[in-house]
């Protein structure tokens, strides 16, 4: 047991509880109502959109998972850069039209978005199940993050975690969406020193970069299969798969749309998409410490435990703690959205859609409060059922469900031509696909081999699923027009999605 | 270009051709700073799509 390390990180997580059930008389307002619990009443500016988005986007993939594949295979891990590097430009397009018709109509979820323009409550349920599947994974992820750093200060078991969760969800009951927005802020001020530190103290000790790279290639030459210190040819199609996967799914997941659904202007999502890379530099710097690790001599089965190690080996313990603190709260804001932007999900499109019609705004607020609870249960659940070598794939298989509500989403935003039953069908066939090559990996693996005319295509599941699907939506919606089967009624009209609110 | 125009929403894609294909920056040499090319290339286009994207930002920030 480490109790320097654990003391630190002791003070610091009851810190932020302190801070997760003040955060609900922050900017006060009735917390019994849905949008003030879940979307924080569409109020956050320029800053705390980019410390809430950040959190969402930011999260143990970044410290725990990212690195432990760096760790273990090599270069392979870094596609998590280019995935950052390019989502910001692409949803700086789509996503202030999103927020425009979101606010105009009230919506808190896409598949809000998805009944009003389509008017097809079938393909909106498909949607919010999706979202809210996706999600578990991901939740699952910031888990596996934790046990991570309570595990490298001596804490194994599952009592610990299973304790730090139980304060998670009673002040994201109590405070909803402001208390991870407001823990967000000291999370990225705790990531930040810890990085910066981190990039200097490491290598410093590890005798610079040149040392690093050299000692990491020959340590990833003796892992079976042998890591690659930069990609190889057969890597550039999972690579870029998984990068343009990845970035495509992103603002697809529900708790992503929670952060941009709460900011208060289109102006303020656009400001963020050119402020947010100021995170994806350190998450670069974030995934050299697997090399770190790698050079310093760790050497573990489970490569989730290579930061932490890492951190225990080259910083103070007192150092270590706070670093261990910064990860486990870093582990906790995301986990804190996304359960809230599942239960939204399932407060809107299930709940009042199927089960009580004239639901009050404040009889949906205790929905979504006590679904919060349900959906972390869930992630535990799937945390036990799918052990997986690489935390990281939890994050690619929430990637693969979600891409496939794509083409209604973003399509959606843009055009009507596509036919709502020829949209669900896609999906649906996306849906299959996607698990099924999955499966055929033994659920180990996200990556699948494609055969086309003798040519073998390596890549993403994700990619190769939401292909098939824009194929059968795009032939369907032909087929159907056809036919004249029967529209659905669109309830935007074109100029919801292009208005700034005068206030 | 006018500001406003649609098409400044192009400068989007030029980041998706600098990054999604590793067989152009796949290689150890040149390093900088002991850091191999492939490295350094991509953490070089964190920031040119951060510019890219400001540039966007001034000139669509009223549309």
């Known amino acids: 047991m480490n109790w320097t390390a654990l003391v630190i990180f002791i003070i610091f997580f009851l810190l ?12 006060k307002a009735d917390l019994n109502h849905l949008e003030e619990w879940g979307l924080a009443g569409r109020k956050f500016g320029t800053l705390i959109t980019w410390f809430l988005v950040g959190g969402d ?13 760096m760790y273990g295979a090599g270069a392979l891990g870094f596609y998590a850069v280019p995935y950052t590097i390019i989502i910001y430009p692409i949803f700086f397009a789509i996503l202030p039209r999103f927020w425009s018709v979101a606010k105009k109509h009230g919506y808190v979820t896409a598949s809000d978005f998805i009944e009003g323009r389509f008017g097809d409550k079938t393909l909106a349920l498909a949607i ?9 994974p991901y939740i699952a992820l910031q888990l596996t993050g934790m046990q991570a750093v309570l595990a490298a200060m001596g804490l194994g078991g599952d009592w610990p975690l299973i304790i730090a969760f139980v304060i998670l969800a009673l002040y994201t009951y109590t405070s909803g969406l402001r208390a991870p927005a407001m823990i967000a802020v000291v999370k990225d ?19 610079g970069f040149g040392h690093i790279f050299s000692a990491a290639s020959a340590a990833l030459a003796t892992h079976t299969p042998p890591g690659a210190p930069v990609a190889t040819p057969s890597m550039y199609a999972p690579y870029a798969t998984l990068a343009l996967g990845s970035a495509l799914a992103l ?20 400001r963020n998409m050119a402020l947010l890379p100021a995170y994806s530099f350190a998450l ?5 410490l697997g090399f770190m690790a790698l050079a310093a001599g760790i050497v573990t089965k489970n490569t989730s435990a290579a930061v932490p190690l890492l951190f225990l080996k080259e910083f103070p313990s007192w150092f270590a703690g706070f670093g261990f603190a910064a990860i486990a709260i870093g582990a906790l804001v995301p986990a804190a959205i996304m359960s809230i932007a599942a239960s939204n999900l399932f407060t809107r499109n299930i709940y009042k859609a199927y089960f009580n019609k004239s639901a009050s705004p404040q009889n949906e607020a205790k929905v979504a409060k006590f679904v919060s609870l349900i959906v972390k249960v869930g992630a535990l659940v799937f945390i036990l059922g799918f052990p997986q070598q690489y935390a990281i794939s939890m994050q690619q298989v ?29 999906w649906a066939v996306g849906i299959l696909y996607g698990i099924y090559m999955w499966g055929t990996t033994g659920y180990k693996s996200t990556t699948y081999a494609l055969h086309i005319f003798g040519q073998t295509w390596a890549g993403y599941a994700g990619i190769w699923a939401l292909i098939v699907n824009v194929l059968v939506t795009v032939v369907f919606t032909l087929i159907f027009q056809a036919v004249k089967l029967g529209q659905g009624t669109d309830a935007t009209s074109a100029s919801d999605y292009s208005i700034e609110p005068s206030a | 270009m006018k500001k406003g125009s649609k098409w400044w929403y192009v400068l989007a894609l030029i980041p998706l051709i600098g990054t999604l294909f590793p067989s152009f920056y796949s290689s150890v040499t040149p390093t900088l700073w002991g850091v191999p090319f492939f490295y ?24």
């Open chain 1, 57 to 69: 986007l930011y999260t143990a993939y970044t410290f725990i998972a990212v690195p432990a594949l």
């Open chain 1, 189 to 207: 001020l705790m990531i930040y020193i810890t990085v910066i530190v981190a990039i200097i103290v490491i290598p410093m000790k590890l005798h």
């Open chain 1, 16 to 27: 932020v509880t302190v801070l997760g059930f003040v955060a609900a008389r922050w900017r």
């Open chain 2, 40 to 63: 350094w290339y991509q953490m070089m286009w964190v920031i040119i799509s951060a510019i890219l994207t400001a540039i966007m930002y001034a000139a669509l920030k009223n549309n």
């Open chain 1, 398 to 426: 929430g990637g693969i469900l979600v891409l496939q509500t794509l083409p209604a989403i973003i399509f959606g935003l843009y055009t009507r031509w596509f036919h709502r039953r020829a949209l669900l069908l896609g």
């Open chain 1, 251 to 270: 603002f697809l997941y529900p708790h992503s749309l929670t952060g941009i659904l709460s900011s208060s202007s289109r102006r303020v999502i656009k």
């Open chain 1, 128 to 136: 919010a199940v999706t979202g809210i599947v996706a999600t578990m």
């Open chain 1, 284 to 288: 670069g710097i974030i995934a050299l």
